[in-house]
């Protein structure tokens, strides 16, 4: 898997839930189609009628998931750019998804804008597969965050954690060791660990 691949799949899936914070900081999603998919950046547009615009105008960020029949789920948090000469894009976006005649017709196509991410974070998420697959990309150089938990030293080979595991993805050892990229982050292990030897990568160093 790639982050190139990742968009493409959110490309295939079309419909995707984008993300947004109002003026009142509550959070707001809806569907928007994911109109073009290149050199690991995706592209959409927008109205500028439209809350969604003033939104990504006002923060110049959002958050998008989509998964497709094969359960494999995309998620990216990125920064949005504004495009230059819209109308090239949007002629381009319009000759690549055709049905978009149907809705703006003729030049009325002209209200809408076209946007752009090509910084952000992508994760990856396989639920159809046994145990399940999970990546994290960084898109455009953003860094990454860390997710999930990880085993400590204070580990006592208890073998609380290993058992435990829903998707038993906990290794055996002196410490033992949670694969990443098999754990779902659900926190089992966490909670049951009877020394607290098991901490969240949030705050691991």
Not at 26 to 46: G, S
Not at 163 to 169: A, F, H, M, T, V
Not at 171 to 193: A, F, M, P, S, W
């Amino acid at each position: 898997m790639t982050a190139e691949k990742c968009l493409e799949i959110l490309r295939e899936v079309k419909d995707a839930a984008f993300a947004t914070v109002d003026e009142n900081g509550r959070p707001q999603v809806r569907m928007i189609d994911v109109m073009l998919v290149e050199n690991e950046t995706l592209y959409f547009c927008t109205s500028r009628g439209k809350d969604f615009y003033r939104q990504l105008m006002d923060k110049g960020e959002t958050a998008v998931v989509g998964m497709n029949r094969e359960y494999q789920a995309v998620r990216l948090n990125g920064m949005v750019e504004k495009l230059e000469d819209p109308k090239y894009w949007i002629d381009r976006i319009f000759e690549a998804n055709p049905s978009m005649n149907d809705v703006y017709p003729g030049d009325s196509r002209y209200i809408l804008d076209p946007f752009c991410i090509r910084k952000g974070e992508i994760e990856f998420f396989d639920l159809g597969t046994t145990p399940i697959q999970r990546e994290s990309f960084s898109l455009g150089g953003q860094k990454t965050k860390k997710k999930g938990f990880y085993i400590t030293e204070a580990c006592i080979g208890c073998g609380k954690c290993k058992r435990n595991c829903p998707q038993k993805c906990i290794e055996e050892g002196k410490v033992y060791r949670i694969r990443q990229e098999n754990c779902l982050h659900c926190g089992l292990c966490y909670e049951n660990c009877p020394v607290q030897a098991i901490c969240s990568r949030a705050n691991q160093k």
